[in-house]
């Protein structure tokens, strides 16, 4: 048997995007996976179950299919499965659908956060790691974003409910002594995207030859991500659990471990600023279609521009994303047309 045979790592949220593409990758290695999944109908449920069958088709997986605020649920599983390792992504997710719902962003992220927390320091799990966002860093405009900078200026309920995940993680690392990794997400994209997130939209739009709507006209920039670079990131952050320094003299200059926690605060995405045309562009030439685009101004809530200083996961990993927008967007035109039929 090797290291990685018999390890086992419960990851909430399989059925979505990243979670999916994580537990592929995971079980591709050996490791036992169990997901966890509240399968909500944000979007289409049928993309989730569809993401769910295909990973019960490989050895080493199984899934629990309940809420995370249902503790008794999530409590039973847990203690059946028995993790080393918990990756929390499971969360009521995107930006403008907190302007419309944003009770549901406490009840799934914050409540449902708290509870895997509690699993995790009653179970004395090796490893907690959590997803954040890259909208955590609000209204801050020195860039790229770092994660030593101060960010308490968030614009939505859902990247307030993420900074709340943050400071409960870094409470209960300290009073546990609880290893924690927070990511904070970039804009993530690829093959089994959600279906309110901008490619599909798009995909979806200039397929059907309806307008696409721009906001800003156009004048955008955001840090895209590869999700298969992502889940790579976070695969190699598993094995860099953070330890709780002596001092702060033992903190390395740029490294957001806490003085007083092991804990750690970890940007993944791409180093690099793509303005939303060029984005545009990619995928009217992938589809091979042009677009008919509705200029529009900036959206509540919204930021002008993302860009990640991604220099901390390179050192604790070795590894940085890095594939370029053009190679991706081909990835994921490809996919929308088979699982599409377009």
């Known amino acids: 048997m090797t290291q990685r045979e018999g390890r086992k790592i419960l990851i909430t949220g399989t059925a979505g995007f990243i979670g999916f593409h994580l537990a592929n990758i995971l079980l591709a290695e ?35 299919e309940a809420m995370l605020e249902d503790f008794d649920c999530l409590t039973a599983s847990a203690e059946v499965f028995q993790p080393d390792i918990i990756v929390h992504l499971a969360a009521q997710a995107g930006v403008r659908y907190s302007l419309e719902d944003p009770r549901s962003y406490i ?3 914050v409540v449902g956060t708290f509870n895997v927390m509690e699993i995790a320091r009653t179970l004395a ?33 859902y990247a307030a409910s993420k900074k709340a995940n943050e400071s409960m993680g870094h409470a209960y ?45 156009g004048d955008m920039y955001r840090d895209f991500t590869y999700v298969e670079d992502l889940v790579r990131a976070i695969r190699l952050l598993i094995d ?3 330890v709780r320094p002596a001092s702060k003299d033992d903190i390395p200059a740029g490294d957001s471990l806490s003085p007083v926690a092991p804990f750690r605060i970890v940007n993944i995405g791409n180093s690099d600023k793509v303005r939303l045309l060029d984005f545009v562009d990619a995928i009217e030439a992938e589809l091979g279609i042009k677009a008919i685009r509705n200029y529009m101004p900036m959206q509540k809530g919204d930021v002008f521009a993302t860009w990640a200083d991604a220099s901390l996961l390179q050192r604790l990993t070795g590894y940085r994303p890095q594939t370029d927008i053009r190679d991706g967007v081909a990835h994921f035109v490809a996919w929308y047309r088979d699982y599409h039929g377009k």
């Not at 049928?46 to 069958?53: C, I, T, V």
């Not at 804009?187 to 089994?192: C, Q």
């Open 173 to 217: 690392a300290h009073l546990w002594n609880l290893p924690t990794t927070m990511f904070r997400f970039f804009t993530v994209y690829g093959p089994w995207g959600r279906p309110d997130l901008a490619p599909s939209r798009f995909a979806d739009a200039i397929l059907n030859g309806r307008p696409i709507d721009i906001y800003n006209h």
């Open 240 to 242: 860099a659990p953070p």
């Open 125 to 157: 799990v090796e490893h907690l790691l959590m997803a954040s966002t890259s909208s955590i860093y609000g209204a801050n405009d020195e860039m790229p974003f770092t994660e030593t900078e101060k960010a308490d200026a968030q614009l939505t309920i």
């Open 30 to 64: 050996g490791f036992r996976v169990h997901g966890y999944d509240g399968m909500t109908d944000y979007y289409d449920v049928a993309l989730k179950q569809r993401r769910h069958e295909l990973l019960k088709q490989q050895q080493g997986f199984s899934a629990t």
């Open 107 to 109: 009840q799934s992220n």
